[in-house]
């Protein structure tokens, strides 16, 4: 229920359209509806309304009939004071119509004598009449006086049609329009909540889960907006104003009827208790399923390598079959309940429309029942469905939409912060770590009391063996995580005081495996930000020596790059993803073995770039290559997360520790210590 409360919420934000839609719809359903109302009296009053009573008269006007030397006209057209002559009836008997002079029963059935005379049987008590049987040119003559009121009804029908068709097309397009941008407005709030998520919510869920929830189950409910509430709106409105003309119709048979709106509420209640536990499973098996291809998808080169593609194909299908299993299941349980129970109950309904009219009304001349009132209850009854259908056709629509939704509101539930629009002045650079601890998994430290200073315009090494901790620092830096002990300060103020975004704005990172966008290697570097202009992409490519390994490509930094840059060699990203640092010239330039997948030819060029790019801004640099931070003013070496040895190049080899061994086994002059 919780789900369907903010998806109502959410509906909200759209009232005004929302609630165009309904009064358009409802007059829509009015002007459906009103078509059996004018049937009836075209029936009741203009073609079953022959069999009235009529009177001889002297009048000559258009509702005066002559027959056999006299001039009649029906009961309903006399005036008030009216002069009337004798009675007379036309009765239909059999597939004839006859003239009957004086009084005649009307009601019970009629049947032809061997002497032509006219029987009427009315329970226990039987007529004979004489009658006179009409030809069709006479039988027309006693009709031709209503031909106008039918025209003129059948053009009332013809113009209801229309406007219930006009109606009809607005309020779906209203309705549609609204369940469209109330989907526009969920899909930014779920990517909105992505900018707002930590690092570590997504160390946990693969990145194939994530996308699946933006798409897959946000698709599922733009359809409970767009297909499901039109239908149950549309149905539920067509129902209340079927059952409203049933009452006006004949109170008793339409109380018979209500037993199809308990029938329907606790068939929906049902349907949805069993289908939401296939539902679920068969969402979540769709992010397995997306996680599965994206995860593929990345790792191509290497299932290949290793001839792995048997292994992943059927990882794959285990996940498709189970997709499979519980889809059938969902069918079975559709296909039991949907065309099956509507069967049922619309026999159910014309059952007791029998029973009725076939009992009750036969028992005297006070519970008759007119043709026209007969056609306009078939014609509701057999309408009445049509509501029915769709909104249980639109069930399994419904409960996969809601289970998508409890999906999407958990992502939305997570805790987030708030993407920071401020700015703040560019900071010197002066950073210091005071015994910082901080942790991935509770009780699992990784780093573990680490305190340095880095002052401004200086440059810091971070290095170590795998695990040491070094890239956690650098996270820890640029706040992809908080620490769970000690602080770090910029400039002397607590970074965990500063809206992450703010802090960033000064700050600027080239990881080791470089991400780049679709788009152009302009659009790279300056990431579309209007503040950076194309003389200062083309410097900050210049500064590190991109423009000497892109001036062969055919549209230079205006060159097309695909999903990832795959169409670029290593060094060639690694330039663009360095420019890109510098264009948004950070006061603190954090490096993570940026240096690492590229030749030596392209590392030569870049360090002479940094020897430019890092004056005036502190950098932090992580290296394997130890002849890469020969020159930096800090070198940090990390072991099980601490700082085991700290001071610059000279001063740590001459203690002969582990940054010298570690040196030395990289100059090929010694072996590992252990």
Same mark, same amino acid.
């Given at each position: 229920m919780e789900a369907v409360k903010r998806l109502l919420r959410y509906a909200m934000r759209f009232k005004r359209i929302l609630l165009l839609a309904l009064v358009i719809l409802a007059v829509a359903v009015a002007a459906d509806l009103a078509g059996p109302f004018v049937a009836k009296r075209l029936i009741d009053e203009h073609i079953s309304g022959i069999e009235r009573v009529w009177y001889q008269t002297q009048d000559t006007g258009s509702f005066a009939v002559s027959y056999d030397g006299k001039r009649y006209k029906r009961e309903d057209h006399f005036a008030a004071d009216e002069q009337r002559g004798e009675p007379a009836r036309v009765l239909q008997v059999e597939r004839s119509y006859y003239l009957i002079d004086g009084p005649a029963l009307i009601e019970g059935k009629r049947s032809l004598t061997a002497e032509e005379q006219i029987r009427i049987e009315q329970g226990e008590k039987s007529e004979l009449y004489e009658g006179k049987k009409l030809s069709v040119g006479q039988l027309f003559a006693f009709f031709k006086p209503e031909i106008g009121g039918i025209w003129l009804l059948c053009g009332i029908y013809f113009g209801l049609m229309l406007l219930s068709a006009l109606f009809t097309y607005l309020q779906r397009y209203y309705l549609q329009s609204s369940a469209n941008q109330i989907i526009r407005r969920m899909r930014m709030d779920v990517f909105g909540q992505l900018n707002r998520l930590p690092i570590r919510y997504f160390d946990n869920l693969p990145a194939g889960k994530v996308v699946s929830r933006i798409t897959n189950d946000t698709e599922a409910i733009r359809e409970l907006y767009v297909t499901v509430l039109a239908n149950?709106?549309?149905?539920?409105?067509?129902?209340?104003?079927?059952?409203?003309?049933?009452?006006?119709?004949?109170?008793?048979?339409?109380? /018979?009827?209500?037993?199809?709106?308990?029938?329907?509420?606790?068939?929906?209640?049902?349907?949805?208790? /069993?289908?939401?536990?296939?539902?679920?499973?068969? =969402?979540?098996?769709?992010?397995?399923?997306?996680?599965?291809?994206?995860?593929?998808?990345?790792?191509?080169? /290497?299932?290949?390598?290793?001839?792995?593609?048997?292994?992943?194909?059927?990882?794959?299908e285990t996940h498709n079959k189970k997709l499979f299993d519980y889809n059938n299941k969902l069918l079975n349980l559709n296909s039991l309940t949907e065309h099956n129970l509507v069967g049922v109950i619309r026999n159910a309904a014309l059952v007791a429309m029998i029973w009725y009219f076939g009992g009750i009304s036969l028992t005297g001349p006070s519970d008759a029942i007119t043709l026209g009132v007969l056609y306009a209850f078939v014609d509701y009854v057999n309408r009445l469905f049509n509501p029915i259908v769709s909104i249980v056709n639109q069930l399994p629509n419904l409960e996969t939409a809601l289970v998508s939704a409890e999906r999407v509101f958990v992502l939305l539930d997570e805790e987030g912060e708030d993407v920071s629009d401020r700015t703040m002045d560019r900071y010197k650079g002066n950073v210091q770590f005071d015994h910082v601890?901080?942790?991935?998994?509770?009780?699992?430290?990784?780093?573990?009391?680490?305190?340095?200073?880095?002052?401004?315009?200086?440059?810091?090494?971070?290095?170590?063996?795998?695990?040491?901790?070094?890239?956690?620092?650098?996270?820890?830096?640029?706040?992809?995580?908080?620490?769970?002990?000690?602080?770090?300060?910029?400039?002397?103020?607590?970074?965990?005081?500063?809206? =992450?975004?703010?802090?960033?704005?000064?700050?600027?990172?080239?990881?080791?495996?470089?991400?780049?966008?679709?788009?152009?290697?302009?659009?790279?570097?300056?990431?579309?930000?209007?503040?950076?202009?194309?003389? =200062?992409?083309?410097?900050?490519?210049?500064?590190?020596?991109?423009?000497?390994?892109?001036?062969?490509?055919?549209?230079?930094? @205006?060159?097309?790059?695909?999903?990832k840059g795959s169409t670029l060699s290593a060094g060639q990203r690694q330039l663009i993803s360095f420019a890109r640092a510098i264009a948004f010239d950070p006061a603190i330039l954090i490096l993570d073995e940026a240096t690492s997948n590229?030749?030596?030819?392209?590392?030569?060029?870049?360090? #002479?770039?940094?020897?430019?790019?890092?004056?005036?801004?502190?950098?932090?640099?992580?290296? #394997?290559?130890?002849?890469? /931070?020969?020159?930096? @003013?800090?070198?940090?070496?990390?072991?099980?997360?601490?700082?085991?040895?700290?001071?610059? #190049?000279?001063?740590?080899?001459?203690?002969?520790?582990?940054?010298?061994?570690?040196?030395?086994?990289?100059?090929?002059?010694?072996?590992?210590?252990?």
């Open positions: 149950f709106f549309t149905g539920t409105i067509y129902m209340i104003g079927i059952f409203g003309a049933l009452f006006l119709l004949n109170a008793k048979l339409a109380a /018979i009827c209500l037993f199809i709106v308990p029938v329907l509420v606790l068939w929906i209640y049902l349907y949805g208790k /069993i289908s939401s536990r296939y539902n679920r499973t068969i =969402r979540a098996t769709v992010s397995e399923i997306n996680g599965t291809l994206n995860e593929s998808i990345q790792g191509m080169p /290497i299932i290949k390598a290793f001839r792995q593609e048997k292994k992943i194909e059927q990882e794959f601890t901080f942790a991935y998994r509770e009780g699992e430290d990784v780093l573990k009391g680490i305190s340095f200073e880095a002052r401004q315009g200086q440059t810091v090494a971070l290095v170590g063996h795998t695990g040491s901790g070094k890239s956690s620092i650098l996270n820890l830096l640029f706040r992809f995580y908080d620490v769970s002990k000690g602080k770090i300060t910029i400039d002397g103020k607590d970074i965990r005081n500063l809206p =992450r975004q703010m802090m960033r704005r000064h700050m600027g990172i080239v990881l080791q495996d470089p991400f780049l966008f679709t788009g152009t290697i302009a659009s790279n570097v300056s990431l579309n930000d209007p503040s950076i202009s194309r003389e =200062r992409v083309e410097k900050a490519l210049t500064d590190v020596g991109a423009d000497r390994l892109l001036r062969n490509l055919p549209k230079g930094i @205006d060159e097309p790059v695909i999903e590229i030749d030596t030819e392209t590392e030569a060029l870049i360090q #002479h770039a940094l020897e430019v790019v890092k004056k005036g801004r502190t950098t932090f640099v992580i290296a #394997h290559r130890l002849s890469t /931070i020969k020159s930096a @003013d800090l070198i940090l070496v990390l072991d099980k997360g601490q700082i085991a040895e700290q001071g610059n #190049h000279d001063e740590l080899m001459r203690l002969k520790g582990k940054y010298y061994q570690m040196y030395q086994i990289q100059q090929g002059h010694s072996r590992a210590v252990v």
